[in-house]
Structures are given as C-alpha cells and as structure tokens.
C-alpha cells in the first residue's frame, strides 16, 4: 500500500537508544516527522511512541516495504508496530437499539468530514433509526433479536462486520450483551459507551438508579468490549455534577450529551490512531 501521509505505532520494552533507533531509521527513509508522542509505562516497563510523518519531497512510501525494513533494523529491541496511512479512514459498523443520540452525532461528525473512519453500515435491533440511516445513505441491517433468534442474529452481524472488512465496531447504545461465541475470533476492535462512570449503574434506567442513590456526579465511559462485561480497557470518561434537585428526567438528558461526547471522542482517538493497549489500560496520545 502507498502513503503519502504515514502513522506510526509502536510499543516495545524500555531501554535505552529505542526512540534514536526509531527517528535514524525514518531520516534514513527520508521521513519528515510532524508528530511524536511518547510513553513510559513504569508498571509493565514498556514504552509506547506514536509518529506522525509524510516524505520530505511528498512522495509516497510503500508501506509494506517500510514496515519489513523497520522490524529488521531494530529486530534487537522487539518492538510490536503498525503503520497506518493517515489519509485512509477507518471502516466501520455501528451497531445501535432505539437510542439513537450517540448514532446522530456520529453521522453528523463523519457528514460534514470531521471525523476520520468510513461508516459501512448500521446494525440494529429495532427499526427506528433507518430513517435517518438510510437518508444519510447508509446501509441499515434490521436484526431483530429474542432468546431464539439471538444466535443466528449475532452470526449475521459477524458475517457483516467481516464482508465489509471493518477495522472498528462501534457500540452506539446497541442494548445487547455480545456473547462470547460473538467475540471469539472478531478480528475488528469493538468500543463501547457505558451509560455510567465506571464501576456504576449497569442494567436498565441507570439514571434513575442514580437519582435513587441520590449521586453529585453522573458520567460515561468509552471502553474496549471484552468477555467481560463492561470491563474492557477504558478509553474515555467524563462527569457532570448534579445535585438534590435534579430530576431522573435532567439526569438522563444530561447523560445523554455526556454518552454521546464521551463516545465521539474515543472514536476520534481510535481512528487518528491515538489508543495504544498496556496490559487492561490504554495508553491514550491525547
């Protein structure tokens, strides 16, 4: 693959002469560097760098080739790396029920360009966002799921996600736990929007829960989906205070704006490549 505009990540373990090895080998390649940010994680002692560059002549690089150069040139410091061409967006399917108001700010952002990934379909399993989908020129898959169906359902949805070689699945309030038998050998990543600042709330009417409990705060969190639920890698979160005389009706409202912030930025982060996983955290380049 040819780019002109290239992202680098790469994670290795920490010691010395790793980020000199890295920006020799891209001046060797005649790499204009336009972005660099670095980690050092002192718990897993690994360290973390995410570069941006493009030619210097603003040729284009061979991908594959510079990737096969890379990981022989620093075979000695074992780094795990990915090379992504910048101005390629990332393919994706959303998967949303009948809140729509993550979905609705999503599209937008990706309509008016403002949002790097290439929306190829939506999945749901109720049928009230096809209107909006299908105006947007989306492809809009109704599947609907009961105790019986869901297996078959969550086969179709896979056989979805793979034909359309989608890179992410977004998570836009799709009220369905994925089964494991779903997860096991998804090769596209998955992000969530929990309806809660995790740990919190989990099940239906979460702001009420939290009306009940009388909270200051109510909050969301974007996460990886992982077999465990509501416990994958926390991408991004964000709260709002609230008081004695909130009603469950504000609250919700208020977490609505808060779900479908926090839900667009991990989207941004994950596409402009900016999400590195350590261990069951992320590292995240803001």
Not at 7 to 33: E, H, R, W, Y
Not at 122 to 135: G, K, L
Not at 195 to 200: A, D, I, K, T
Not at 253 to 271: F, K, N
Request: with cysteine; net charge negative.
């Amino acid at each position: 693959m040819e780019a002109e505009k290239v992202i680098l990540q790469f994670s290795c373990p920490d010691k010395p002469g790793v980020l000199a090895a890295v920006t020799q080998f891209l001046f060797k390649n005649d790499a204009f560097m336009t972005e660099v940010s670095s980690f050092s994680a002192h718990d897993t002692k690994r360290f973390f760098n995410r570069i941006a560059f493009q030619k210097s002549d603003s040729s284009s690089f061979n991908l594959d080739t510079l990737e096969k150069d890379f990981l022989t040139e620093l075979n000695d410091f074992n780094i795990d790396c990915s090379f992504y061409n910048a101005e390629v967006p990332c393919r994706t399917v959303i998967a949303v029920s009948k809140y729509s108001h993550c979905l609705n700010d999503i599209i937008h952002r990706w309509e008016v360009d403002a949002l790097p990934i290439d929306i190829k379909a939506i999945v749901s399993n109720h049928d009230d966002a096809r209107s909006f989908s299908e105006w947007n020129k989306i492809p809009y898959h109704h599947l609907p799921v009961s105790t019986e169906t869901k297996k078959d359902q969550e086969k179709l949805f896979k056989n979805l996600i793979e034909n359309n070689d989608a890179e992410l699945v977004i998570l836009a309030r799709y009220m369905q736990i994925l089964s494991p038998e779903f997860l096991d050998g998804l090769t596209s990543d998955c992000i969530n929007i929990h309806h809660s600042f995790l740990p919190g709330f989990k099940g239906a009417k979460p702001y009420h829960q939290a009306y009940d409990r009388g909270v200051k705060i109510i909050g969301a969190t974007a996460h990886y989906v992982t077999d465990d639920l509501d416990e994958g890698p926390i991408i991004e979160q964000d709260i709002r205070r609230v008081d004695h005389s909130t009603s469950p009706e504000s609250m919700q409202q208020s977490g609505y704006d808060i779900e479908s912030s926090v839900l667009l930025r991990a989207v941004r982060l994950y596409s402009e490549r900016r999400i590195m996983l350590n261990g069951i955290k992320t590292v995240v380049f803001n």
